[in-house]
């Protein structure tokens, strides 16, 4: 079988393979991480916390001062709504737009991408839901056929990849093929506080399983030094690809 990195992907730089999750309680604080990152750091997340706190005029600064941007805002609405706010996000320059993994709505983000080079995560089901949150959501499916179902309805929509947990990556990899992006959180170095993540994998094992991209939060954003623990994560990916 034909490694994962030895799909056309494995083009990325192995320090854009670090994606550290700005989870922080402001715009203000996040600035200052990003400043004591420094060049370690070229890729950050920005989820829905942060963005309704200010935090999208960060992402287009970010963008501005040449990082990439991940805008983890998980879209779901009808689909011209969808379609609109994805023009808006591909306009600003970022590169990955989480949405869920609808096929309405993967469907319209996807048509409304244009000429930009705005990528498609698409979110499964989510890490919180099981079985019996399906269940009482009304789905026949229990979690493990409803993901294999919506990461196959990802690819036929054209969407670039998927966020998952690293302990399904290497399912969906030969499920999905080498082309799809597969961005893994849940991600803790050897020796690094799990908090409340249950299932984790160290960033060696999750680049062997067959991510592309590892988001990581705590483990750097409140690590006594955050750029020397985000070096250490790049150095190790690196030494697994
Ligand atoms: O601090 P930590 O490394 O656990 O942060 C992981 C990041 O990835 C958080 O921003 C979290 O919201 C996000 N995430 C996750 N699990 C998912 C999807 C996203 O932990 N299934």
Redesign the pocket.
């Known amino acids: 079988m034909t490694p994962s990195h030895a799909s056309p992907v494995s083009a990325i730089e192995t320090r854009d393979r670090l994606i550290v999750?700005l989870?922080l309680p402001s715009p203000d604080a996040a600035r200052k991480l990003v400043v004591e990152l420094g060049d370690t750091v070229s890729f950050y997340?920005i989820?829905m916390e942060l963005a309704y706190g200010g935090g999208l005029p960060l992402a287009s600064e970010l963008i501005a001062a040449g990082k990439k941007v991940f805008l983890?805002l998980k879209l779901h609405d009808i689909p011209n709504t969808v379609a609109s706010a994805t023009a808006q996000v591909a306009n600003m320059g970022a590169t990955f737009l989480t949405i869920h993994a609808y096929p309405q709505t993967m469907k319209a983000a996807r048509g409304a991408l244009g000429t930009s080079s705005l990528q498609l995560l698409a979110?499964t089901v989510?890490?919180s839901s099981d079985d019996s949150d399906l269940q009482d959501a009304g789905y026949a499916l229990g979690v493990r056929d409803l993901v294999a179902k919506r990461a196959g309805q990802a690819k036929a929509a054209g969407v670039h990849g998927i966020?998952?947990?690293a302990e399904e990556a290497r399912a969906m990899r030969s499920l999905l093929g080498p082309d799809m992006l597969l961005v893994t959180?849940?991600?803790?170095p050897a020796g690094a506080e799990i908090?409340?993540?249950k299932r984790v994998m160290t960033p060696a094992r999750a680049i062997a399983a067959g991510a592309n991209y590892l988001?990581?939060?705590?483990?750097v954003?409140q690590a006594p030094d955050p750029k020397a623990a985000a070096s250490a994560i790049v150095d190790e990916i690196a030494s697994a690809l």
């Not at 959180?185 to 803790?188: D, E, Q, V």
């Not at 988001?215 to 483990?219: A, E, I, K, T």
């Open positions: 999750a989870d997340k989820g983890d979110v989510l890490t966020v998952l947990s959180p849940g991600i803790r908090g409340d993540q988001v990581v939060g705590r483990p954003t």
